[in-house]
């Protein structure tokens, strides 16, 4: 049985007694495997990783745990144990002149499968905070939320921060921002209508605001990959 269950902080004394009581249940997330997810026993979370290439899991003791670390990157609980830690570009390396511009947002999205369960992030370039994450959301393309990412973060800053640097790999995303437009070739569906909802907010925010934000194409071969990604490759 897959589970999704995300707004855990106001959880009542009665589910806190139930999870004490069963210490020994186990909780397994899959950030990618065939069905991204969290499950309630090592079957359900197999099916989901046996003969998937470099899937990505773990089990936690409770619930809240398994569905906290579902939202958060992968790499916060395998192999690396800080929160907020993120691989230090190889663009650091570089004389100054040849980095990116250190006063950024770096975006990025990622999707296990096409369609499939999409997310994206914001990342500030130089200390390699996460600055905004939305999803997992069902029946998403990875175009599509890099195009949301963008949009979210320029939304976030163009009255504040005006001219702040917003990096994207994508050139499909950067083109459908220039277009005021998301091109996809996505049908929508009941599964996908959330992720449809959030495209049409973001057109019509391009269509009715004007920001001076340079958006411009993140040199993943001059500086490694961009600071959001997820390191799901």
Same mark, same amino acid.
């Given at each position: 049985?897959?589970?999704y269950?995300?707004?855990?902080?106001?959880?009542t004394?009665?589910n806190?007694?139930?999870?004490?009581?069963?210490k020994?249940?186990?909780?397994?997330?899959?950030?990618d495997?065939k069905?991204p997810?969290?499950?309630?026993?090592?079957?359900?979370?197999?099916?989901?990783?046996?003969?998937?290439?470099?899937?990505?899991?773990?089990?936690?003791?409770?619930?809240?745990?398994a569905n906290n670390?579902?939202?958060?990157?992968?790499y916060?609980y395998?192999?690396k144990?800080?929160?907020?830690?993120?691989?230090?570009?190889d663009?650091?390396?570089?004389?100054?002149?040849?980095?990116?511009?250190?006063d950024?947002?770096?975006?990025?999205?990622?999707?296990?499968?096409n369609?499939?369960?999409?997310?994206?992030?914001?990342?500030d370039?130089?200390?390699?905070?996460?600055?905004?994450?939305?999803?997992? /959301?069902?029946?998403?393309?990875n &175009?599509?939320?890099? #195009?949301?990412?963008?949009?979210? %973060?320029?939304?976030?800053f163009?009255? $504040?921060?005006?001219?702040i640097?917003?990096?994207?790999?994508s050139?499909?995303a950067?083109?459908w921002?220039?277009?005021?437009?998301?091109k996809?070739? /996505?049908e929508p569906?009941q599964? &996908?209508?959330?992720? #449809?909802?959030?495209i049409?907010? %973001?057109?019509?925010?391009?269509?009715? $605001?004007t920001f001076s934000?340079?958006?411009?194409?993140?040199?993943?071969e001059?500086?490694?990959?961009?600071?959001?990604?997820?390191?799901?490759?």
């Open positions: 049985m897959q589970i269950i995300f707004l855990l902080n106001n959880k004394q009665s806190q007694n139930k999870e004490l009581m069963a020994k249940q186990k909780y397994y997330t899959v950030w495997g069905t997810g969290v499950y309630d026993s090592w079957k359900e979370c197999e099916n989901q990783i046996k003969g998937y290439e470099n899937a990505k899991f773990k089990s936690f003791d409770s619930l809240t745990e670390a579902f939202v958060s990157p992968w916060n395998i192999g144990n800080s929160e907020s830690k993120i691989v230090t570009p663009y650091k390396n570089l004389p100054h002149s040849e980095q990116p511009v250190l950024s947002i770096a975006v990025d999205a990622a999707c296990s499968g369609p499939g369960m999409m997310e994206y992030r914001g990342v370039v130089r200390t390699g905070y996460q600055i905004f994450h939305l999803g997992p /959301l069902e029946q998403g393309t &175009n599509i939320g890099e #195009f949301l990412a963008i949009v979210h %973060a320029i939304a976030l163009y009255k $504040n921060n005006p001219s640097t917003i990096y994207s790999d050139n499909t950067l083109s921002i220039k277009n005021k437009k998301a996809t070739k /996505l569906n599964q &996908n209508r959330p992720i #449809f909802n959030l049409q907010r %973001a057109e019509k925010w391009l269509q009715e $605001n934000n340079p958006v411009l194409k993140w040199d993943t001059k500086w490694g990959e961009i600071p959001a990604d997820f390191g799901r490759k």
